[in-house]
Structure formats: structure tokens, C-alpha cells
């Protein structure tokens, strides 16, 4: 069986996951044991659907994070959308037209992760041209990964412990397989596990700040994600040795313009 068979498999199962999940084919199980469960088959899928001679060593941490931790938040996300948008049946059609898209969003999502994850593979070994475009479709499916993620943090209104404990939980992972693409190591270095490790806790220790916040869950996930994008991108510039005073001050000036747009887009008075 070809890679390009196996992935569809994969992406089939995950779609077959989500469908289950919520549209009440699996209501006889509770939410919870339904999440575990979805994590599980992700996580199984996507190592079977990647694995090959070359895959071995570091490679059955890092490459399976991306796929399964983006169906997990996709699957997450999809009962915060909406049932309609508006009153009557035009606004049930444009909720229901929604949901479709956004559910084909998380398929395509998934597995463009396969394939991204299937290029660190291989590039891991051996030099391929597709590794470039590998990085950017990776990080695109990270950003989406930790938007959705945030976004479901958010929405549960929890208290700021709970906020940075989950948040950490969240970016390290994402942070670390971002991290790793980059020089692709067979053995995880100590500046991918540092780095990795000191984003995650920035971005915790932002979203403990943000709980005290009267901000919305929409825009607490916004400003986290583009702190997010903005470490993310630092570091692998960075590792890259791309960085330079330029693109500092490009980040520096998008945090500015973010921190300033969420401060004055928050409800003080609330």
C-alpha cells in the first residue's frame, strides 16, 4: 500500500472520528471518554500512515504531534460554531453550510499535516527541494492547530491556573515539532528542548495575565495566537540564521500594534 493510500485511509478514519463524535452517533459514551478515544485513533493513524524504514529514533515523538494534535483541536472547536447564523432557515442553511466547510477545513488540514509530516521524514535522511514548502504548510497547520486550541481554552472560562496549565500543555508539543523541523535532528538538542520549553511558558504566562483580563474568549485566542506566531517565527528565523535586526523590529512592532489593539478592544467597564 502506497503513502498517498495510507494517508487517505487516515484522513477517512479521522473524518469517520468526527462524525461519530458529534452527530450523535457515539451520545451513548460520555464526551469525555469519546475525546480519549478520538485522541487514541489519531495518534495510531497518523504513526501508520508516516511510518516507514526511515522512521525511527526521535522521529515517533515529533512527527506524529502535528497530525493528531490538530484533529484533536479541530474535533475540540467544531461544537463552538454556531447552529445558525441568524433567525429563520436562512440562517440555519448558513450555520449548517459552515460547519460543512469548517469540517472539510479540518480534513484537508489533516492531511496536509500527513504530508508535511511524511517530508520531515524523509528529509530527515536525505535532502528534498519539498522541505521549504514543507516548513510553511507545517507552519500555517500550527498556527491553525494552536488558534483552535486556544479557542476551546477560552471558551471553557476556567480560572487562571487552569488557563496556564493548559496553554502550557497546548505549546509545548506544537512548540517543540515546529522547533525540531528545522534542523530536523535524529536527537532532540538542548536549544530545540530550551526553546521550546521557554515559549511554552511565555505563552502560559501570558494567558494567566489574560484571565484576570475582562477580555472575550475570541480575543484572548487571537492575541495568544499571534504571540504564538511571533515566537514561533523568532525562533525559527533564528535557527535558520535568517534572523536579523529587520525582522526584530517587524516582530517587535506587530506585538506593539497586537498588545494595543486587544487592550483598547477590551470591555473595562464589563
Not at 504571540?227 to 523590529?249: A, C, T
Request: glycine content about 6%.
Amino acid at each position: 500500500m502506497s503513502k498517498r493510500q495510507r494517508f487517505l485511509i487516515a484522513t477517512l478514519v479521522i473524518f469517520a472520528g468526527i462524525i461519530l463524535s458529534r452527530l450523535g452517533l457515539g451520545q451513548f459514551i460520555q464526551w469525555r471518554f469519546r475525546v480519549i478515544i478520538f485522541f487514541i485513533t489519531s495518534l495510531c493513524v497518523s504513526i501508520w500512515a508516516i511510518r516507514d524504514e526511515d522512521f525511527n529514533g526521535v522521529e515517533w515523538l515529533t512527527l506524529p504531534i502535528l497530525p493528531t494534535t490538530f484533529s484533536l483541536c479541530g474535533l475540540l472547536v467544531f461544537p463552538l460554531i454556531p447552529l445558525s447564523f441568524g433567525e429563520g432557515d436562512s440562517g440555519l442553511l448558513l450555520g449548517t453550510a459552515f460547519r460543512i466547510l469548517f469540517l472539510a477545513l479540518i480534513i484537508v488540514g489533516y492531511y496536509a499535516s500527513l504530508l508535511t509530516s511524511n517530508i520531515y521524514n524523509v528529509a530527515a535522511v536525505r535532502t528534498i527541494q519539498l522541505l521549504r514548502v514543507a516548513h510553511s504548510i507545517g507552519f500555517l497547520v500550527t498556527i491553525a492547530t494552536a488558534l483552535f486550541g486556544f479557542l476551546v481554552i477560552g471558551s471553557l472560562h476556567l480560572s487562571s491556573l487552569l488557563n496556564f496549565l493548559l496553554v502550557f500543555i497546548l505549546c509545548l508539543p506544537l512548540m517543540f515539532q515546529a522547533i525540531w523541523s528545522i534542523s530536523l535532528e535524529s536527537k532532540v538538542g538542548e536549544s530545540t528542548r530550551n526553546y521550546s520549553l521557554i515559549c511554552a511558558i511565555i505563552l502560559a504566562q501570558i494567558a494567566w495575565v489574560l484571565s484576570f483580563w475582562p477580555v472575550g474568549s475570541s480575543i484572548l485566542a487571537l492575541f495568544l495566537t499571534a504571540i504564538f506566531y511571533e515566537l514561533i517565527g523568532i525562533v525559527q528565523f533564528h535557527l535558520g540564521e535568517k534572523l536579523n535586526s529587520k525582522i526584530v523590529r517587524e516582530f517587535v512592532l506587530v506585538a506593539i500594534i497586537i498588545f494595543f489593539l486587544t487592550f483598547f478592544t477590551t470591555q473595562w467597564g464589563a
